[in-house]
């Protein structure tokens, strides 16, 4: 008799159980389901699956740099229980000011870099302190953001496009910025490195350092954080400062693979750079999150929009098909923690 409750328990946990497991694992069975995809959808080519070339590959790396860099950033905000709209923008303005600073202004290349980078912490850090001391929400704080750094690159670019050209004279940028936009061996993006680089230091801050555990002690409790003595407000004004110097990477990154900068640079990246961490199996609601799943999720959204790409699928569908992503990864989140299925 005491064994029927038990095993109808079991019953109703098993659900939970599964669905638990799917969001722990969502990221790598995403990417697994999309290459999957990826093999069955591709168009061939003299009989080779085109989305498996070696040049399809390097184009699938290569897009992912500057998303997976925003996104590293955004792991540490959503952890924290923030969010960050105004990446893209941010992006956007230091690729501008890149562009303008080595062609227009005849900056010298670390001087440059240098203050690119600063800009972006700077900007990161403000939004993070408007919103932790006047307990504005994140979300109002960084959409102002986002159109202050909209309002900037017009103003830093002068409403125009900005070509970089390589050399040594006036009106030039120094060669070595050019290498962002090589391959190594021919085959390896330079700007996937520089991703890899700061993926890697970015898992072991949030992994093995004492600042990673107090941002997810942060998210996953702040008024126990602040009880056990963790300066709160101080951790999250250096998450938006995180997201404003992975920002200002990825516009340096822009501007040396593209060899341009645009006011409407980095548009739309914020969405892609959020979607890469849901769907990595970042808790929406704070508190837990991983690197590997980010960039598992930022792999997973280059290799569906490729595979979109390869059948002609149009950019609005592409669009639709992230959002979608975003809905269910976010759905089961929800699901789970609301019914206890997944720990906190």
Not at 109 to 125: E, H, N, Q, R
Not at 130 to 148: D, H, K, N, P, W
Request: charged share 10%; aromatic share 6%.
């Amino acid at each position: 008799m005491s064994t029927t409750p038990t095993s109808a328990a079991k019953a109703v946990e098993s659900p939970r159980s599964l669905l638990a497991w799917l969001v722990r694992f969502q990221s790598l069975l995403g990417l697994i389901l999309v290459v999957v995809a990826g093999i069955v959808f591709s168009p061939r080519r003299h009989g080779h699956i085109l989305f498996l070339g070696a040049d399809n590959v390097a184009n699938i790396i290569r897009s992912i740099s500057e998303t997976g860099i925003l996104a590293l950033g955004m792991t540490f905000v959503i952890i924290a229980a923030g969010i960050d709209l105004s990446v893209g923008a941010v992006l956007g303005l230091c690729s501008v000011l890149t562009a303008t600073l080595l062609v227009n202004e005849g900056w010298g290349l670390w001087s440059t870099l240098s203050l690119v980078i600063a800009t972006g912490v700077i900007f990161g850090a403000v939004q993070g302190l408007i919103s932790a001391r006047l307990r504005i929400q994140a979300f109002i704080v960084t959409l102002a953001g986002l159109q202050a750094a909209r309002g900037l690159s017009l103003i830093a670019s002068n409403n125009a496009f900005i070509n970089i050209n390589y050399g040594t004279g006036p009106g030039s940028a120094p060669p070595a910025f050019g290498v962002l936009g090589e391959r190594i061996g021919g085959v390896f993006p330079v700007a996937t490195l520089v991703f890899v680089v700061l993926a890697v230091a970015a898992a072991f801050l949030l992994n093995n350092t004492r600042y990673g555990r107090y941002v997810v002690a942060v998210g996953g409790n702040e008024k126990a954080a602040r009880l056990s003595g963790i300066p709160v407000n101080s951790i999250k004004i250096s998450v938006y400062a995180l997201t404003g110097f992975a920002s200002a990477i990825a516009g340096i990154v822009h501007a040396g693979q593209f060899s341009f900068g645009s006011p409407n640079d980095g548009t739309g990246y914020e969405l892609n750079a959020i979607a890469a961490v849901v769907i990595g199996g970042t808790d929406l609601f704070g508190g837990a999150g991983s690197m590997v799943g980010t960039i598992a999720g930022a792999v997973m959204l280059g290799a569906l929009a490729n595979i979109l790409q390869l059948n002609d699928v149009s950019a609005a569908m592409q669009l639709l098909a992230t959002g979608a992503i975003i809905v269910i990864a976010a759905a089961l989140q929800t699901y789970v923690v609301g019914r206890g299925g997944a720990k906190r």
